[in-house]
């Protein structure tokens, strides 16, 4: 009795258990794991040869575009069921797991507690796409002169063009400044310019 104390039954057997899980084997992306209960007190063994799902785990995107903010990379790690699995018990982020700058970048998992190994992934922080394109004629009736609108985060741009009626761009040029000119193009023909 909580108030006064008084027994009216006492337990002689030791029925109270407190059980732990017991890694036999730790999954992996391809062979699945073991477990078991054991107590701690009396060492009684339950649920033997409980069944581990494999673990996989996937990046969202490989490619995010820059916006002058810290973008953190989207992992995503689930068992074969697809199920989410928790980050700081069943597996690890290390490396660049955010980015601000423009460039490449490589994010590890690494697999613990009920599961084994490790994955690497690359993502790209890109700049934004260049806006505000235009195309005018320029010093001349074969000469196209190409501006745009600076794209945040580019160091440089990556120009091209190619005729209508082609599937490909030519004349790749690389410029630091947000314009080009094109000279000597043919006359009486449609040009598609492309800026990178």
């Known amino acids: 009795c909580d108030i006064c104390d008084s027994v ?8 109270d258990h407190s059980f732990i899980w017991i890694i036999d084997k730790c999954a992996t992306e391809v062979v699945r794991g073991k477990k078991h209960e054991s107590c701690e007190m009396c060492k009684k063994v339950r649920n033997e040869n409980t069944v581990i799902k494999t673990i996989s785990s996937k990046i969202q995107y490989t490619k995010m575009s820059y916006t002058g903010e810290e973008r953190k990379a989207e992992i995503f790690v689930t068992d074969s069921d697809g199920n989410i699995l928790t980050e700081g ?14 460039g490449r970048y490589c994010v590890k998992v690494k697999y613990c507690g009920e599961y ?9 922080m890109v700049p934004e796409k260049v806006t ?3 195309a005018n004629l320029s010093g001349g009736h074969d000469d ?8 945040p ?7 091209s063009y190619k005729k209508h009626s082609s599937s ?4 790749l040029k690389r410029t630091t400044k947000n314009y080009y000119t094109f000279k000597d193009l043919a006359d009486n023909t449609t040009y598609d310019f492309r800026v990178v």
Do not use: E, H
């Open 8 to 15: 009216v039954f006492k337990r002689t057997d030791k029925t």
């Open 89 to 102: 018990v069943d597996y690890t982020l290390s490396g660049d797991v955010s980015a601000k700058n423009v």
């Open 116 to 124: 084994t190994g490790n994955r690497t992934f690359y993502y790209t």
């Open 132 to 134: 505000s394109f235009d």
């Open 144 to 151: 196209v002169k190409i501006t745009w609108t600076k794209s």
């Open 153 to 159: 985060g580019a160091t440089g741009y990556y120009v």
């Open 168 to 171: 490909t761009y030519s004349a």
